[in-house]
């Protein structure tokens, strides 16, 4: 491959830099080793640089060092030149693109619901159909079927153009003038449609909802468009009344699928639950849509289902393993029907990845996975699995960092997790980060949010892409229920910054719990640290200051023993450490060009007015300087 976009001169170069390696599965060119033994290399011309002095050598080096700097960014701005400005129609079809093709991999054909759909498209009705069904219940699989199938239901699939957004999986899409713009936008290039006016966020649904009732008039009858709007309950709550923005009526050569939950109930405290019966609302907005439910699957397709994803991974279960698993893809009503009713394809897909750790040789099956009856306990497995791996309190924390906040960025859930004293002692077993870069490494979140991918989305929230569940099972699994108003409070006090009562999170001192550290670090516990938060203000040193009037402190020294020194610890600096250690975290936070404490010399008679203050400071000095 190399070789052949070469002329010959440039070959002969690169076979003798370098060979062809023929064993990787793809082969490689990669570079020959130098044989310093050889004749070709002792003979090669050496040239040697001769320094007048020390100040050429530091020119020459200077130089050098410039000139490879300037080829290097001479480099960088001749390729970026080259780059493509980012098209964010592009940006947003392809992430809906990759969106459909993940979902597309497991999904199970549901012969009924393909047919109740076909039957809509090619009808001649003008209205939306609205596919819905409780959380998990495939709908966007089934949505991201649609766009293979719906081609070829049509004489001529060349003539049929289909645009899907999953709603609430991309930063773009949580906020409905974002999709509808890019719809338009895609519609234009479609169809070669030229826009009268400019668009942009600052426009009112509405304007939008009208322009593109305007644009569907400018299609040509011979075509056909098919618009899927996929988790409509992943919409910001104000964009659930899908009358404002969604036309009522549609073009016979133009049809609208929608999928959705049909009753979203918030929680935002015990007594205040607010309930939006979206699947109500369509109904009374659309009198002549069609609605299609998808309900759980009952135990052969189920069994079905499964079966479909094994063969599509070439892999097998064995009878024993089969046995453990057939009892789950029965169908089970909790007693108290506080779930939906079980499998669904959300429960299915999660047994499915707890099967991908089990090996072959697996004969016994652990007590936690036989009790998995529904989608709630198989997540509760989940999190104890990654618990497993990543710690619990720090993944479960996090976890529930997620569910208080509604959704968070990455740099935030990290600030957060670093204002947690809890999380950093369950992490800080074995060493301590730099005081004055005291917080969670990267690192770990990042291994989380790549095992858990899969059940992420990012969706933007008032202008900034957060990190939130794809599914809302996950919202209400919560295993810190009892510790719910202390993170809370560490929450709205990351948010808070200096309003209000809520304490400066960034300058909180730390304390050690593992007896190791404390032993590593001379007896301390207690530390001042800085963990850079990026919403709070490093105000509390200054708050928290302790003022010497109101909080005396004083040191005994005896200079006599000192002066003796009969063992290693007989010095003013030991003294000194001895009586200070154990709240050095507040003795130490004075105000500016405060002295630390006042001293005191046994046998000697003295008022500390600043002179044996001093005089201890330079004794210490002394025998930390002392060999």
Not at 11 to 24: G, M, T
């Given at each position: 491959?190399?070789?052949?976009v070469?002329?010959?001169?440039e070959?002969?170069?690169?076979?003798?830099?370098?060979?062809?390696?023929?064993?990787?599965l793809?082969?490689i060119?990669?570079?020959l080793p130098?044989?310093?033994?050889?004749e070709?290399?002792?003979?090669?011309?050496k040239?040697?640089?001769n320094?007048?002095?020390?100040?050429?050598?530091?020119?020459y080096?200077?130089?050098f060092?410039?000139?490879?700097?300037?080829a290097i960014?001479?480099?960088i701005?001749?390729h970026?030149?080259?780059?493509?400005p980012?098209d964010?129609?592009?940006?947003?079809?392809?992430?809906?693109?990759?969106q459909c093709?993940?979902l597309n991999?497991?999904?199970?054909?549901?012969?009924?619901?393909l047919?109740k759909?076909?039957?809509?498209?090619?009808?001649?009705?003008?209205?939306?159909?609205?596919?819905y069904?409780?959380?998990g219940t495939?709908?966007?699989?089934m949505?991201a079927?649609l766009?293979?199938?719906?081609?070829?239901?049509?004489?001529?699939?060349?003539?049929?153009?289909?645009?899907?957004?999953?709603?609430?999986?991309?930063?773009?899409s949580?906020d409905i003038?974002?999709?509808?713009?890019?719809?338009?936008?895609?519609?234009?290039?479609?169809?070669?449609?030229?826009?009268?006016?400019s668009?942009?966020?600052s426009m009112i649904?509405?304007?939008?909802?009208?322009?593109?009732?305007?644009?569907f008039?400018k299609?040509?009858?011979?075509?056909?468009?098919?618009l899927?709007?996929?988790?409509?309950d992943?919409?910001?709550t104000?964009?659930y009344?899908c009358?404002i923005?969604?036309?009522?009526?549609?073009?016979?050569?133009i049809k609208?699928?929608?999928?959705?939950?049909?009753?979203?109930?918030?929680t935002?405290?015990t007594?205040?639950?607010?309930?939006?019966?979206?699947?109500?609302?369509?109904?009374?907005?659309?009198?002549?849509?069609?609605?299609?439910?998808i309900?759980?699957?009952?135990?052969?397709?189920?069994?079905q289902?499964?079966?479909?994803?094994?063969?599509?991974?070439?892999?097998?279960?064995?009878?024993?393993?089969?046995?453990?698993?057939?009892?789950?893809l029965?169908?089970?009503?909790?007693?108290d029907?506080?779930?939906?009713?079980?499998?669904?394809?959300?429960?299915?897909?999660?047994?499915?990845?707890?099967?991908?750790?089990?090996?072959?040789?697996?004969?016994?099956?652990?007590?936690n996975?036989?009790?998995?009856k529904?989608?709630?306990?198989?997540?509760?497995?989940?999190?104890?699995?990654?618990?497993?791996k990543?710690?619990?309190?720090?993944?479960?924390?996090?976890?529930?960092?997620?569910?208080?906040?509604g959704g968070?960025?990455?740099?935030?859930?990290?600030?957060?997790?670093?204002?947690?004293n809890?999380?950093?002692q369950?992490?800080?077993?074995?060493?301590?980060?730099?005081?004055?870069?005291f917080?969670?490494?990267s690192?770990?979140?990042?291994?989380i949010?790549?095992?858990?991918?899969?059940?992420?989305?990012?969706?933007?929230?008032?202008?900034?892409?957060?990190?939130?569940f794809?599914?809302?099972?996950?919202?209400?699994?919560?295993?810190?229920?009892r510790?719910?108003p202390?993170?809370?409070?560490?929450?709205r006090?990351?948010?808070a910054e200096?309003?209000?009562?809520?304490?400066?999170l960034n300058?909180?001192?730390?304390?050690i719990k593992?007896?190791?550290?404390?032993?590593k670090?001379?007896?301390?516990?207690l530390?001042?640290?800085?963990?850079?938060?990026?919403?709070?203000?490093?105000?509390?040193?200054?708050?928290?200051a302790?003022?010497?009037?109101?909080?005396?402190?004083?040191i005994?020294?005896d200079?006599?023993?000192?002066?003796?020194a009969?063992?290693?610890?007989?010095?003013?600096?030991?003294?000194?450490?001895?009586?200070?250690?154990s709240?050095a975290?507040?003795?130490?936070r004075?105000?500016?060009?405060?002295?630390?404490?006042?001293a005191?010399?046994v046998?000697?008679?003295?008022?500390?007015?600043?002179?044996s203050?001093?005089?201890s400071?330079?004794?210490?000095?002394?025998?930390?300087c002392?060999?």
């Open positions: 491959m190399l070789t052949s070469l002329n010959d001169k070959s002969d170069l690169v076979n003798e830099v370098y060979r062809l390696d023929e064993n990787p793809y082969p060119y990669i570079i130098v044989d310093t033994e050889s070709e290399w002792k003979e090669t011309e040239q040697l640089v320094w007048l002095d020390k100040s050429d050598q530091d020119i080096l200077t130089t060092q410039e000139n490879i700097f300037t960014k001479r480099q701005d001749y970026m030149a080259q780059v493509r980012k964010i129609l592009y940006e947003e079809v392809l992430e809906n693109a990759i093709k993940m991999k497991r999904h199970f054909p549901c012969e009924n619901i047919t759909v076909k039957s809509f498209v090619l009808s001649n009705t003008s209205q939306p159909c609205i596919i069904g409780n959380s495939g709908k966007s699989s949505m079927h766009i293979l199938k719906i081609p070829y239901w049509f004489l001529d699939p060349n003539s049929v153009s289909v645009i899907i957004r999953f709603l609430g999986t991309t930063p773009l949580s003038r974002r999709p509808l713009i890019s719809i338009i936008h895609q519609i234009c290039a479609l169809y070669h449609i030229d826009l009268s006016l668009l942009n966020d649904v509405q304007e939008l909802k009208q322009l593109l009732e305007q644009i008039t299609i040509p009858t011979n075509e056909r468009l098919v899927l709007f996929d988790s409509i992943q919409l910001q104000e964009n009344d009358s923005w969604l036309p009522v009526n549609y073009p016979q050569n609208c699928i929608l999928s959705t939950i049909p009753v979203i109930v918030e935002h405290t007594h205040n639950k607010k309930e939006y019966k979206i699947v109500e609302g369509l109904m009374s907005h659309f009198n002549d849509a069609t609605f299609i439910e309900t759980k699957f009952d135990e052969h397709l189920a069994q289902v499964f079966d479909s994803w094994l063969q599509h991974d070439h892999r097998r279960l064995t009878p024993l393993q089969m046995n453990w698993l057939k009892p789950k029965k169908s089970y009503i909790p007693p029907r506080s779930d939906d009713p079980e499998p669904t394809p959300l429960f299915l897909s999660l047994l499915y990845d707890i099967t991908l750790t089990w090996y072959s040789f697996d004969n016994e099956a652990e007590d996975f036989l009790s998995i529904r989608t709630y306990d198989a997540i509760k497995y989940l999190y104890n699995q990654m618990s497993k990543h710690g619990e309190v720090l993944f479960k924390r996090a976890m529930t960092y997620f569910v208080l906040a968070l960025t990455d740099i935030e859930l990290e600030d957060i997790l670093s204002a947690d809890i999380v950093l369950s992490v800080f077993v074995h060493y301590l980060p730099p005081l004055n870069i917080r969670l490494p690192i770990l979140w990042i291994r949010r790549n095992d858990m991918q899969k059940y992420l989305v990012e969706k933007d929230v008032d202008n900034t892409s957060v990190i939130y794809y599914h809302r099972s996950f919202e209400h699994y919560n295993p810190f229920s510790e719910i202390k993170l809370e409070f560490i929450r006090a990351y948010f200096n309003i209000g009562n809520f304490p400066n300058d909180q001192p730390f304390e593992s007896k190791k550290l404390i032993k670090n001379n007896g301390i516990s530390f001042v640290v800085n963990r850079c938060l990026t919403k709070q203000l490093p105000a509390a040193l200054t708050k928290t302790v003022n010497l009037e109101s909080s005396e402190i004083n005994k020294f200079i006599v023993k000192a002066s003796i009969e063992h290693p610890e007989d010095n003013m600096f030991y003294e000194a450490y001895k009586q200070l250690k709240d975290s507040q003795i130490f004075r105000t500016e060009d405060e002295q630390v404490w006042k005191t010399y046998g000697m008679f003295s008022i500390d007015q600043g002179g203050y001093r005089d400071i330079t004794r210490i000095c002394a025998d930390l002392s060999t």
